[in-house]
C-alpha cells in the first residue's frame, strides 16, 4: 500500500511568485485535504477535494487554489506569495464522505512540502 | 479565531509513568474529536478517535477521555515509552464536516 507522497519537500520562493505543490494520495482514497502549518502552530484546513470537485474551503483568500485529477492526485497552487505563506504544506488523502464518520474523519498525511518565501 | 486550544506547549514525563495531554474546544457544533502524533520530518499519524456520543475509548495504552459539558479532552498514555516523544495534536469536526480544527500541538518528551 502505497501512502500519501508530496514533491517537492523544501523550496524557497521570493515574494509575488507563484508555486505549485503535489500531493499522491494512497491507493484507494478519493479526498485529499490540504493544510498549512506555521512555525509553532497546528495545521489550519486550506480546502478539501472529493472526486475532483472542491468540497469545503477553509479561510484562505482566492489565491489559493487547488486542483484534483482523475487519479485522486492533488495540486495546491499559491499566487502572489507573501512572506506570511512560509510554512509547512501537508496534504492528507481519506475514504470520501460516504464512508462513515470514522473511516472519513481518520486522515493520513504526507510528510509536507516547506515553503520559504523571501 | 482558535476553536481547539492545547494549553501546555510540552511535558516531560519518566518512562513507565503516565502521560496525560489536555484539550479544550469552544465550537459546541463539534461531534469528532482526533488525536494526531507526530515525529520530526514526518507527517502526523492517526492516534486514536472518540465521538461525541461516548465518554471514553480506549486503544492499548492510549485512552481519549471526553467532557462535553467542559467541553475538553484528554489523551492519556500509560505506560509511556521513549517512543512516544513526539508532538500530539488534538483536532475536532463538525457534524458533516469533515474539515478538522487543530490545536497548536503538546510536544511530550518520554525520560529513561
Known amino acids: 500500500e502505497t501512502g500519501v507522497t508530496q514533491s517537492p519537500t523544501h523550496l524557497i520562493k521570493t515574494r509575488g511568485q507563484q508555486v505549485t505543490l503535489r500531493c499522491s494520495s494512497q491507493?484507494?482514497?478519493?479526498?485529499v485535504s490540504w493544510y498549512q502549518q506555521a512555525l509553532g502552530q497546528g495545521p489550519q484546513f486550506i480546502f478539501q477535494y472529493y472526486r475532483e470537485e472542491e468540497n469545503g474551503r477553509g479561510n484562505f483568500p482566492p489565491r489559493f487554489s487547488g486542483l484534483q485529477f482523475p487519479n485522486y492526485s492533488s495540486e495546491l497552487n499559491v499566487n502572489a506569495l507573501e512572506l506570511d505563506d512560509s510554512a509547512l504544506y501537508l496534504c492528507?488523502?481519506?475514504?470520501?464522505?460516504?464512508?462513515?464518520?470514522?473511516?472519513?474523519?481518520?486522515?493520513?498525511f504526507g510528510e509536507g512540502s516547506r515553503l520559504t518565501v523571501l | 479565531d482558535q476553536q481547539v486550544k492545547q494549553n501546555s506547549p510540552s511535558l516531560s514525563v519518566q518512562e513507565g509513568r503516565i502521560s496525560i495531554l489536555n484539550c479544550d474546544y469552544t465550537?459546541?457544533?463539534?461531534?469528532?474529536f482526533l488525536w494526531y502524533k507526530k515525529y520530526p520530518a514526518e507527517g502526523p499519524t492517526f492516534l486514536i478517535s472518540?465521538?461525541?456520543?461516548?465518554d471514553k475509548n480506549e486503544d492499548g495504552r492510549f485512552t481519549v477521555f471526553l467532557n462535553k459539558s467542559a467541553k475538553h479532552l484528554s489523551l492519556h498514555i500509560v505506560p509511556s515509552q521513549p517512543g512516544d516523544s513526539a508532538v500530539y495534536f488534538c483536532a475536532a469536526s463538525e457534524i458533516n464536516d469533515y474539515k478538522l480544527s487543530f490545536g497548536a500541538g503538546t510536544t511530550v518528551t518520554v525520560r529513561a
Open positions: 491507493s484507494g482514497h478519493n479526498t
Open positions: 472518540i465521538s461525541s456520543i461516548k
Open positions: 492528507a488523502s481519506s475514504l470520501g464522505p460516504t464512508s462513515g464518520r470514522a473511516a472519513a474523519g481518520e486522515l493520513f
Open positions: 465550537n459546541s457544533m463539534f461531534d469528532y
